[in-house]
C-alpha cells in the first residue's frame, strides 16, 4: 500500500520453522523488519536460530530507537526506511554485540557469552561457520581456536532435547512439503534418501512413513509431538 514490496508479516505471531521453509523457496536473503523496542529485538533474536538453520541470510536495518516500521512508512518517512534497509547489517552480528552486553567483562561472562554465541553458530556450515566463528571471537574478545573449541563441542544432552521441543529443522521441514506436495515430480530425488540420515526419531518416523506412501492423514495423526504434529498438519494444508 506504501510502496514497499516484497514484504510478508507474521501478523501478530511468532516466526514459525514453516514460515522459514516458505521463505526459503522464494530467496536466499532476508531482511527482518522488527519494533525497534526490547521486545522487537528479542523477537529478532529468537527468529535467528530458525533463519541459520535454514541457511538464510538474514540481515537488519538500524532504526530510530523505538520506531514501529509500518509507523514511518505512514508518517512519510519512507525514504528514511529504504536507506536504513540498504544498509541492513547482520542479525548474527548484532545478536552477538547483544549477547556481549548483557555479560559482565569477568573470566565467568566472557565464558557465557562464548557458550550462548556457540549455540548459534553451530547452525552454520562450512566457511560461513568458520567466518562467524573468526567475526565472533574479535567481537568477544577471544582466541579463536578457543571459541572454535567451544562451537565443535556437542551441546549437553539437556539443551539438545529443549532446542528440539522448541523448533524444528526448517530443511527437514521443506522435505516434508516436497513428499507431501510434489512426490510425483521429485521421486527420483529421494531414491537414495534413508530415514537415518535425519536428526531425530520424530523426523525419521515421519520421513520414512511418506517415502512408504503412506497417507498424510495417517502419518500426521501418528506423530507424538503435539507441536510437530501442528507443524506438519500445517505443511499438508498449506
Known amino acids: ?48 536460530p530458525l533463519f541459520l538453520k535454514a541457511g538464510l541470510e538474514v540481515v537488519t536495518p538500524t532504526l530510530p530507537e523505538g520506531a514501529d516500521p ?22 548474527l552480528s548484532r545478536t552477538i554485540v547483544s549477547i556481549q552486553r548483557r555479560q559482565p567483562p569477568t ?6 557469552a562464548a557458550t550462548e554465541a556457540a549455540a548459534l553458530l553451530r547452525h552454520l556450515r562450512g ?3 568458520s567466518e562467524a566463528t573468526r567475526q565472533t ?11 572454535a573449541s567451544v562451537v565443535g563441542r ?19 521441514l521443506e522435505i516434508i512439503w516436497l513428499l507431501i506436495h510434489a512426490k510425483p515430480l521429485v521421486s527420483h ?19 520414512g512413513r511418506l517415502l512408504s506412501s503412506q497417507s498424510v492423514a495417517v502419518v ?10 501442528g507443524v506438519v498438519r500445517g505443511i499438508a494444508l498449506d
Open 107 to 112: 573470566p565467568q561472562g566472557t565464558q557465557r
Open 220 to 229: 500426521v495423526e501418528d506423530v507424538r509431538n503435539e507441536e510437530l504434529q
Open 189 to 207: 530425488l529421494f531414491e537414495q534418501v534413508e530415514p537415518g540420515w535425519f536428526d531425530t526419531d520424530e523426523e525419521r518416523y515421519i520421513i
Open 127 to 129: 566457511i560461513a561457520r
Open 70 to 91: 509500518a509507523q514511518l512508512l505512514q508518517a512519510g518517512e519512507g525514504e528514511l526506511l529504504r536507506a536504513r534497509i540498504a544498509e541492513a547489517t547482520p542479525l
Open 1 to 48: 500500500q506504501l510502496g514497499v514490496g516484497d514484504v510478508v508479516a507474521t501478523c501478530g505471531t511468532a516466526l514459525t520453522a514453516q514460515h522459514v521453509v516458505s521463505l526459503r523457496r522464494l530467496t536466499h536473503r532476508v531482511v527482518a523488519l522488527f519494533d525497534q523496542d526490547k521486545a522487537g529485538q528479542r523477537a529478532a533474536e529468537r527468529s535467528l
Open 154 to 172: 556437542a551441546p549437553s544432552s539437556q539443551s539438545s532435547s529443549q532446542s528440539s521441543s522448541q523448533s524444528f529443522d526448517p530443511l527437514t
Open 137 to 147: 571471537a574479535q567481537t568477544l574478545g577471544i582466541p579463536y581456536p578457543a571459541l
